[in-house]
């Protein structure tokens, strides 16, 4: 039952325990708080370069929509309801993002775009995995 759960939950869900701690849903400096710097890494060239949370959150959540994208490429049957609740997912972000204050920021939009892309894309490689099966007899038993 794990390979029905969406992967791209746990760094929205990270997002809302951020903002709920930083100042609640109606709080509208989050984009501040969650822009300044966390740490600062000195690379070779001299410059400095400042990480921020929102930074740490849209690389994790690059890294889980990889993960989601191998998992999408699975024809088995568990993907189709892996693909409803990551549509359900993109709709809780949607509304997040269009009616909450703290969620209209770019880093949140960023990662309500890789949740609606982790959707296209599961529904894609499905239609084509079953017309692929379809072209090829698989289940027809050869006749």
């Known amino acids: 039952m794990f390979a029905a759960f969406p992967l791209l939950a746990i760094p929205v869900v990270v997002y809302n325990l951020i903002v709920l701690t930083m100042g609640g849903f109606g709080s509208q400096d989050i984009q501040m708080q969650m822009t300044g710097p966390l740490f600062t890494i000195t690379m070779t060239s001299g410059s400095p370069w400042s990480v921020s949370l929102s930074d740490l959150l849209l690389a994790g959540s690059l890294v889980v929509l990889f993960i989601e994208l191998l998992k999408s490429t699975t024809s088995r049957r568990i993907a189709i309801i892996n693909h409803s609740l990551s549509m359900l997912l993109f709709i809780i972000c949607l509304v997040e993002f269009l009616l909450a204050p703290a969620f209209a920021t770019s880093t949140f939009f960023l990662m309500t775009v890789m949740v609606l892309l982790d959707v296209l894309a599961g529904f894609i490689v499905t239609i084509v995995a079953a017309r692929r099966d379809v072209d ?8």
């Open 136 to 143: 090829f007899g698989v289940g027809n038993d050869g006749v």
